[in-house]
């Protein structure tokens, strides 16, 4: 069979890849000037391929759609992917929190691994080749697609892989999105996921370049918590930016999606409200001759001692002996719930990962084949699935385009 496969990411190069080892004819067209271009920006350019733990927790970072994803991924799950490229000369290893890297350090190693596969197996790759609509037969099964330059390309079967809407310099403008929602493709309105946030309160400013370890950031949907996690954040020009604000990114983008919310930092939370008193305590009696403001270096970094002054509503030239036991239960408060306003996102632009998309209910999950255009099949971040940060949505990608590739009968 002729097999076209629509863009050349992580999820068309693995389909087409898959395609072909099924013995099928398999061009892949890709609309930029080089292959993969949004795997070189993965994991900071050294691209995180996977994430090595077992598939239980694998699933519980999966925030859209983690039921039609079963099939994808227990049919290609992260051990096949990293004993792909383990096999086609790109060692890997595994860090902090089972991501999974290649040795080198490059992303460029995973793209190349996957290019010497396909040209292995005889892939076409015709770069520079945008698509603008699909050709159907009379029965509305799919016949090809219409390029760019108004060139059609016929096909028995069609992959589309054309990702959604983040990072738009490498060519995910959300176009074949738009495509396939003209051929009755119910959509999910694609947001930027896994993104920083924007804060109301000058605290970004103030802060910039200040990473806090080790702390709690949750997040409420009035006064359901919608996002709790402990780990690291980053205060930002903006406002505030790092794993745990990623993190929490994507559950804001599913249920809160533009509106104002609060968000709350634990800066101790491996301390209890009374623990934190008698740790306080201890910091004044051995202070208790200074001024209040130059008694905490050992409870903060520098930077955000004056922050915590403001906060705490105590007179930074007190001196520590004269602090009252209300004005230390603020402090204490404060410390445990330091809170600020999100205004929203930095938008598409910042955004790892769009969520939404073609909605799964259009496309059949153990095939990956549109319920709407026999013979088309939908692949990748198209899809209305995402998951958190660690190398899970790239193997949502591998996942979705090897299955994909082996269904084509």
Request: net charge positive; glycine share 10%; hydrophobic share 40%.
């Amino acid at each position: 069979m002729k097999v076209l496969v629509v863009g050349g990411g992580a999820a068309g190069m693995m389909a087409a890849i898959a395609a072909a080892g099924q013995g099928h004819q398999v061009e892949l067209l890709e609309r930029n000037e080089k292959l993969g271009k949004k795997i070189y920006i993965t994991g900071k350019g050294r691209c995180n391929v996977t994430n090595a733990c077992d598939l239980e927790e694998f699933f519980t970072n999966i925030v859209s759609n983690e039921k039609f994803l079963y099939s994808s991924i227990y049919q290609y799950d992260n051990q096949a992917v990293m004993d792909f490229f383990e096999s086609n000369g790109c060692p890997l290893k595994v860090e902090r929190g089972n991501r999974v890297f290649p040795v080198s350090d490059h992303a460029s190693d995973i793209t190349k691994a996957l290019a010497d596969k396909m040209k292995a197996l005889g892939v076409k790759i015709t770069l520079h080749c945008k698509i603008e609509d699909l050709l159907l037969k009379e029965d509305g099964s799919i016949e090809g697609v219409v390029t760019a330059k108004h060139e059609k390309k016929t096909a028995d079967r069609v992959i589309f892989a054309t990702g959604g809407l983040s990072y738009e310099p490498t060519g995910s403008d959300g176009s074949g999105i738009r495509i396939l929602k003209k051929y009755g493709h119910s959509i999910v309105e694609p947001k930027p996921a896994l993104v920083p946030f924007e804060l109301k309160e000058d605290y970004g400013a103030r802060l910039q370049g200040l990473a806090l370890k080790n702390v709690n950031f949750s997040i409420k949907n009035g006064k359901k918590k919608v996002y709790d996690g402990f780990g690291e954040m980053l205060f930002t020009h903006f406002g505030i930016s790092g794993p745990l604000v990623i993190s929490a990114s994507s559950y804001y983008a599913k249920q809160m999606y533009g509106q104002v919310i609060k968000c709350t930092i634990d800066l101790k939370p491996a301390l209890t409200v009374e623990q934190l008193d008698k740790r306080i305590l201890r910091e004044f009696e051995e202070n208790k001759n200074k001024q209040f403001k130059n008694a905490l270096d050992k409870l903060f970094p520098a930077k955000l001692v004056p922050v915590m002054i403001d906060l705490s509503k105590i007179d930074p030239e007190k001196k520590v002996n004269e602090v009252s036991k209300e004005e230390r239960k603020n402090l204490v408060q404060v410390i445990k719930n330091w809170e600020m306003t999100i205004t929203g996102t930095r938008g598409f632009r910042e955004a790892i990962i769009t969520q939404g998309g073609i909605g799964v209910k259009g496309v059949n999950p153990s095939t990956m084949e549109s319920k709407i255009i026999p013979g088309l099949y939908v692949v990748g971040e198209m899809l209305d699935v995402d998951a958190l940060t660690g190398g899970f949505n790239l193997q949502l990608a591998w996942s979705t385009g090897y299955l994909a590739g082996i269904s084509i009968g």
